[in-house]
């Protein structure tokens, strides 16, 4: 996972230093960074609905992290547009986030992610208890944001950004509470005979792992 997520900023990196982000570096660093970031997010929006579908409970464990990598790219997708683009004139980039309304939606979506970063260790769940988890579906308008943003971002084709709309509508439908509950039904008939074939006595118990957003 470190690997796999650390290799587009490696990839960046080393293009950089080679003379090989084009004509263009500015522009190919925030799209590469942007993208990223969304591919992540939506990555971590997929890690429950996986969980239900096939009973791997394991990879709940994988959810932290690709949240923290989302924020990761989403901050370097920022700061490259606020030092890179803008050369951190403040008036300049109030004035570009209050006038460009993809920006607007793109600059909210990262205010978003803030609290869900600062948040995402053991002792921030202790401390927020059950308002964790209401903090946390704030990802969902984050996630949504974020499309938004990449959507009247691009100009002409809309290929990428509807393909990630259709995913992100996918991944959300999951979680409505019927659709949420016939999948978890279909995984563990799934699982069943399996279990029954193996053991001889019956489905075991299902291990439950902490509902996140």
């Not at 900023?9 to 004509?23: C, E, F, I, S």
């Not at 909210?108 to 964790?132: C, K």
């Amino acid at each position: 996972m470190w690997a796999g997520a650390l290799s587009p900023a490696l990839w960046l990196g080393h293009a950089a230093l080679t003379d090989g982000l084009g004509a263009n570096p500015i522009e190919k660093l925030t799209h590469v960074t942007g993208m990223t970031a969304l591919v992540l997010l939506l990555c971590t929006l997929a890690v429950t609905p996986v969980r239900r579908l096939t009973g791997w409970n394991p990879v709940i464990r994988l959810r932290r992290l690709l949240g923290l990598f989302a924020f990761f790219y989403a901050a370097l997708h920022f700061l490259i547009w606020a030092v890179l683009d803008m050369t951190l004139a403040w008036s300049w980039m109030l004035e570009d986030i209050a006038q460009r309304l993809y920006i607007t939606v793109g600059f909210t979506a990262f205010l978003l992610l803030i609290p869900l970063a600062v948040t995402s260790t053991r002792g921030w769940i202790r401390r927020l208890g059950r308002r964790w988890a209401r903090l946390h579906r704030l990802v969902y308008l984050a996630a949504t944001l974020g499309v938004v943003h990449f959507f009247w971002l691009v100009k002409s084709d809309i290929r990428q950004p509807l393909l990630m709309a259709v995913i992100l509508a996918a991944l959300l439908t999951m979680r409505l509470p019927p659709v949420s509950a016939r999948l978890a039904r279909g995984a563990r008939g799934r699982r069943a005979p399996r279990r029954e074939g193996a053991e001889g006595n019956g489905p075991a118990p299902a291990n439950p792992a902490a509902e996140v957003p």
